[in-house]
């Protein structure tokens, strides 16, 4: 057990900044931010290939995630802090990965594992409509709460921990089929795997029962709020249209630039492309990605909306975990039943 002392000489993981700001101002000395959204983009078990895979998915040479760097002192014991949100989840699978990897013990290792903060009734009523979670943080609770769970604090049994670091390796694989039948068998200790997987599936083609290849559910929606008139990303995602609530439901955790990342994903795919795309009303690199382009759908890319794929690379691949989405190398879609299939 840790004592209320702990937290001064512990080394504390936090999963995003407020979490890391928040543990600083109630005492601790120590606080490594492990946060990046892994429910998008690549995701490698290297971690230098990891951190390549991931600055230039997002095309930026920028360093947010510190749970890799040589500078970090892992003094004992070691807390990661937990909420129920996915994108924490996966982080913390990461986590206990690294630790593995850099030698500590699973006893050295006290997760304080966070329930989910009690919502008003009308952000209760609205959270209760998502299928998956991805807005709660540890720093939603007051700082007498993150004290008193300090005295709590406690390795997971070695099992569980062992289970947590299989995850992440599932996660990371170039075959996604274990990580997904994983997903959807269950794993003891892991509740967040159904709806984890709830939202990743949407971002794989499908294949009906008839054979014929679709879309993924994300680039469904998205080409479906996409018309012949211009359109910047932001007013992709505020369009009211019969799909706004599904369309939310994945931006509120994929992030916002996640769609504009896709929609150029689409304008840069083959000389025949299914969206074109023109300079919007805010300049290039002035921080309004959301504003700097338009975009418009093209004939094709209505024939690929309304009549499916004729091959998987007629859309632009999308990693996802350690595989890609749409790849001719790695040829899995999506069943009817919710099952991952190579086609």
């Not at 939202?199 to 559910?217: H, I, K, Q």
């Not at 939310?248 to 074109?276: I, K, P």
């Amino acid at each position: 057990m840790a004592s209320l002392t702990d937290i001064h000489g512990a080394t504390h993981v936090a999963f995003d900044a407020p979490t890391a700001e928040q543990l600083l101002r109630i005492g601790a000395s120590r606080v490594v931010l492990a946060s990046d959204r892994l429910l998008t983009g690549p995701s490698r078990p290297n971690p230098l290939e990891h951190v390549r895979a991931r600055q230039t998915w997002w095309n930026s040479s920028e360093i947010w995630d510190s749970l890799y760097s040589q500078e970090n002192r892992w003094d004992l014991p070691v807390i990661p802090w937990v909420s129920s949100s996915l994108h924490e989840r996966l982080n913390l699978w990461r986590t206990c990965s690294w630790l593995r990897d850099v030698g500590l013990a699973c006893h050295d290792i006290l997760i304080v594992d966070l329930d989910p903060v009690v919502r008003s009734s009308a952000r209760s009523r609205e959270g209760s409509k998502r299928p998956f979670d991805c807005s709660q943080s540890v720093s939603d609770h007051p700082d007498e709460a993150l004290l008193a769970r300090i005295e709590k604090a406690s390795p997971w049994p070695p099992e569980r921990y062992e289970r947590a670091v299989r995850l992440w390796d599932s996660y990371v694989d170039e075959n996604p089929l274990s990580f997904a039948e994983s997903c959807r068998a269950g794993v003891e200790g892991f509740p967040e795997l159904a709806p984890l997987w709830a939202l990743l599936s949407r971002f794989f083609p499908r294949r009906t029962a008839e054979g014929d290849l679709r879309l993924s559910r994300f680039d469904e929606i998205t080409l479906s709020r996409l018309s012949t008139e211009w359109q910047t990303p932001a007013g992709v995602a505020a369009q009211k249209s019969e799909t706004l609530v599904d369309m939310w439901h994945l931006l509120f955790c994929t992030g916002d630039l996640f769609l504009s990342r896709r929609l150029e994903h689409w304008a840069d795919h083959e000389s025949s492309a299914a969206v074109d795309r023109a300079p919007g009303p805010k300049p290039p690199n002035a921080g309004y990605p959301m504003l700097s382009e338009v975009y418009r759908l093209t004939e094709r890319g209505m024939r690929l909306r309304d009549k499916g794929l004729d091959k998987l690379t007629d859309a632009p691949s999308l990693p996802i975990a350690g595989t890609e989405a749409y790849s001719a190398s790695a040829p899995w879609v999506l069943l009817d039943d919710g099952r991952l299939a190579r086609l």
